[in-house]
Every structure is written in C-alpha cells, then in structure tokens.
C-alpha cells in the first residue's frame, strides 16, 4: 500500500510560478512510475505528466510542454511538478498518481494509487 500526500497548491498570478510535490509513503516508491493529473469541477481527470521509476523518461501533456516539469527524487520519496508561465487555464486541483504497470508511449498510465490533490489557482 502506497499513500501519496500532495503540497505545494494556492494562488498565483499569471505568469507566476508553483512547484507542487508529493510526498510517498513505503519502502518501495523507487518502482513506481509516478504522474500528475488535473481536474476541474464537473470535468474528467486529465493527464498532465509523467515520469518513469528512475527519473530517466519524462512525458508531458503538449498543453504544458515549455511551461511544466516533472521530476523525483528517490531518495526522498518525492515527486515534483514545477509549473512556470501559469496561465488561468492552469487553474484547477492536481492529482499525482503512482504505478506498476508499464507507461505507454505518450506516457500514459492506469495509475494504482492517488494523492487527495492539492488546488492551483492562477489569477488574471
């Protein structure tokens, strides 16, 4: 069992930036390929950025290529999201997400386990 904690949420400004983190519990996130997702009110849950256990291979969404970037460190257990260039669109509460199984070619991923999600909230 794998219990994932989201931080790092609140409000900003346009053109202003957030770095959202995600802490894991257990002995065994080093195995997990791990992601972010978003999701507004009343809408689906959406892929926004993934990373491969090592932290070798990273896929974004292309809405937030140049602006996002995932990254983790192992040792500490933790996945992060840096988000530069925020732009109202980009408002929205921001899921991570960890698995086992094999990400896809875009990195896509049925993930086994979910943070609470934190809310990012940009201004105009």
């Known amino acids: 069992q794998v219990q994932l904690v989201e931080s790092g949420g609140g409000l900003v400004q346009a053109g202003g930036s957030l770095r959202l983190a995600c802490a894991a519990s257990g002995r065994t996130f080093s195995t997990y390929h791990m992601g972010w997702f978003r999701q507004a009110p009343g809408k689906e849950r959406d892929f926004v950025a993934a990373i491969n256990c090592s932290g070798g291979i990273t896929y974004y969404t292309d809405s937030v290529k140049g602006r996002f970037t995932i990254s983790r460190d192992n040792a500490k257990n933790t996945v992060y999201l840096q988000m530069n260039s925020l732009k109202p669109d980009y408002t929205d509460v921001y899921y991570c997400?960890?698995?086992?199984?094999?990400?896809?070619?875009?990195?896509?991923?049925?993930?086994?386990?979910w943070g609470q999600g934190t809310q990012a909230t940009v201004s105009s």
């Open positions: 997400a960890g698995s086992r199984a094999p990400l896809g070619p875009k990195g896509e991923y049925e993930p086994n386990y």
